[in-house]
């Protein structure tokens, strides 16, 4: 999904992706059990609002 927007910027409206702050991300982490290697990578992730 990250290559396409980076690809297709111009498609995508500009509320449709967002960057995580690095508290937002260690919230990410601690709750979701499946994600705890993400801790240790030095970039802050993007995620998406798909709408409604």
């Known amino acids: 999904m990250n290559e396409q927007v980076r690809r297709n910027i111009h498609r995508f ?6 960057q995580l702050t690095i508290e937002e991300k ?3 982490v601690a ?3 499946h994600l ?3 801790k240790y990578t030095p970039h ?4 998406f609002n798909m709408g409604q």
């Open 44 to 47: 802050l992730p993007y995620v």
């Open 26 to 28: 260690a919230e990410v």
């Open 31 to 33: 709750n979701c059990d």
């Open 36 to 38: 705890a290697n993400f």
């Open 13 to 18: 409206p500009a509320d449709f992706m967002f």
